[in-house]
């Protein structure tokens, strides 16, 4: 079996190669032994999969996954025992774990504050950089924050480890230089602004309802408010308390389908959306209170609109080869023409790339904008 260092030592080589690991972490992920915080039993594949592996069926495969860059499930709905349908807890992939620190921009005498403490790697690296003193990680599982807290100590690092809710940040040892968050939201909670200090740094991950989802650096200023741009794409397990079932269909539509719904056709395939995870962001950032689900239909999909007010819906058929779409629309508020007017805007902008959008977070809100703060987009929304 290859020894865990050559492989870590290998790992470190690709991640410095691909330019997401930069000089000033890389003795970090070299010395942090990352499979000594993984369970026995993880779900993981060299193609970025879940397939289950346990250490005393298949010892030599799940080392190699622990120093894989893929991410690693290691709880499945919050603990529950049953069919496993939600990851809840994982160990993130390298090269996002490497890419996030980077964004951090943390030296040595930074204080930082992480939300998401899951299996504790990114914890032993921060402290292995910026010493367990300077470190304080939250955690809402109380069994994940015991694996972690065991795991630390097992690898030599004892970093303040909180079980609690990460949206509430942790007030004993603010104000943070840094806050790194590794589960995403939809709003950033204010206390992250309020124990940040001035000119500290939030990373964060953020998810918008409609989907597509982006990793955000924000900037601290002085009158508590921050603001910055998204950095690069990232699909992260939202928050326990952000997590959005949305109301059952009957709500929206108690009589037989179509009811009283409007019909139109519509040349835009809906699927153009949903298999681009950044025409989905930016839609997203535009209609903030709409969500969609599909259902399989015939040879294609039916995409079904909400909104988060239950007040409108509308349908969108899509099938594989078809010109136009039919599209049914009832309440209100027409969801498919705002959906697609959005999609219209972010191709008319030349589809820009997450880096071009920003958010301002304030103790009440947010707001996203395209390329300035001037240029509010309709992603506005009160913190909760
Ligand atoms: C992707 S994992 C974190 C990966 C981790 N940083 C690591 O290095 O292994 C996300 C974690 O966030 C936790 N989480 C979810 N909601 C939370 C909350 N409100 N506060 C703190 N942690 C939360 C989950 O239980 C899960 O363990």
């Given at each position: 079996?290859?020894?865990?260092?050559a492989?870590?030592?290998?790992?470190?080589?690709?991640l410095?190669?691909?330019?997401?690991?930069t000089?000033d972490w890389?003795?970090?992920?070299?010395?942090v032994?990352?499979?000594?915080?993984?369970p026995?039993?993880?779900?993981?594949d060299?193609?970025?999969?879940?397939?289950e592996?346990?250490?005393?069926?298949?010892p030599?495969?799940?080392?190699?996954?622990?120093?894989s860059?893929?991410?690693i499930?290691?709880?499945?709905?919050?603990?529950?025992?049953?069919d496993?349908?939600?990851p809840t807890?994982s160990?993130?992939?390298?090269?996002m774990?490497?890419e996030?620190?980077?964004?951090?921009?943390?030296?040595?005498g930074h204080r930082?504050?992480?939300?998401?403490?899951?299996t504790?790697?990114?914890?032993?690296?921060?402290?292995?950089?910026?010493g367990d003193?300077?470190?304080?990680?939250v955690e809402?599982?109380?069994q994940v924050?015991?694996?972690a807290?065991?795991?630390?100590?097992?690898?030599?690092?004892i970093?303040?480890v909180?079980?609690g809710d990460?949206a509430l940040g942790?007030?004993?040892?603010a104000?943070y230089?840094?806050?790194i968050s590794?589960v995403?939201?939809?709003?950033?909670?204010p206390?992250w602004?309020?124990?940040?200090?001035?000119?500290?740094?939030?990373v964060?991950?953020?998810?918008?309802?409609l989907?597509g989802?982006?990793i955000v650096?924000?900037?601290?200023?002085g009158?508590?408010?921050?603001?910055?741009?998204?950095?690069r794409?990232?699909?992260?397990?939202?928050l326990?308390?952000q997590?959005?079932?949305?109301?059952?269909v009957?709500d929206?539509l108690?009589?037989?389908?179509?009811?009283?719904a409007?019909q139109?056709?519509?040349?835009?395939?809906?699927e153009a959306?949903?298999?681009?995870?950044?025409?989905?962001f930016?839609?997203?950032?535009d209609?903030?209170?709409v969500?969609?689900?599909?259902?399989?239909f015939?040879?294609?999909w039916?995409?079904?609109?909400f909104?988060t007010?239950?007040t409108?819906?509308?349908?969108?058929d899509s099938a594989p080869?078809?010109?136009?779409?039919?599209v049914?629309?009832?309440?209100p508020?027409?969801?498919w023409?705002?959906?697609?007017?959005a999609h219209?805007?972010?191709?008319a902008?030349?589809?820009?790339g997450?880096e071009?959008?920003?958010?301002?977070?304030t103790a009440?809100?947010?707001?996203?904008w395209?390329d300035?703060p001037?240029?509010p987009?309709?992603?506005s929304t009160?913190?909760t």
């Open positions: 079996m290859t020894a865990p260092e492989l870590r030592a290998a790992l470190v080589t690709a410095t190669d691909s330019g997401a690991l000089a890389a003795r970090a992920f070299a010395a032994p990352r499979h000594e915080f993984l026995a039993t993880i779900w993981a060299e193609n970025g999969g879940d397939t592996c346990s250490r005393t069926v298949d030599e495969q799940w080392m190699r996954l622990a120093y860059d893929v991410p499930v290691t709880q499945w709905d919050d603990g529950s025992e049953g496993r349908s939600t807890s160990a993130s992939m390298p090269t774990v490497a996030m620190l980077s964004d951090l921009d943390a030296h040595p930082v504050l992480e939300v998401g403490t899951g504790g790697y990114n914890a032993a690296l921060l402290a292995h950089r910026l003193a300077n470190v304080s990680t809402v599982d109380p924050t015991t694996a807290r065991a795991a630390l100590e097992r690898a030599g690092y970093p303040e909180v079980c990460g942790w007030g004993v040892r104000p230089d840094r806050l590794t995403s939201l939809r709003d950033i909670p206390a602004l309020s124990q940040t200090r001035p000119g500290g740094v939030i964060s991950p953020v998810s918008p309802l989907g989802g982006a650096r924000l900037t601290v200023h009158d508590g408010t921050a603001s910055g741009r998204f950095t794409s990232a699909a992260f397990m939202m326990r308390q997590r959005y079932e949305g109301a059952p009957d929206y108690p009589d037989e389908w179509p009811g009283d409007e139109s056709w519509t040349k835009l395939d809906p959306i949903g298999d681009d995870w950044l025409a989905q930016a839609c997203a950032l209609l903030p209170d969500y969609y689900r599909r259902n399989l015939g040879g294609g039916t995409w079904w609109l909104d007010a239950v409108s819906w509308a349908t969108v080869g078809e010109s136009q779409y039919e049914r629309q009832s309440g508020r027409r969801l023409d705002e959906l697609e007017a219209d805007r972010w191709t902008a030349g589809r820009p997450y071009r959008y920003g958010l301002t977070v009440t809100g947010q707001t996203a395209l300035e001037t240029n987009l309709g992603w009160l913190a």
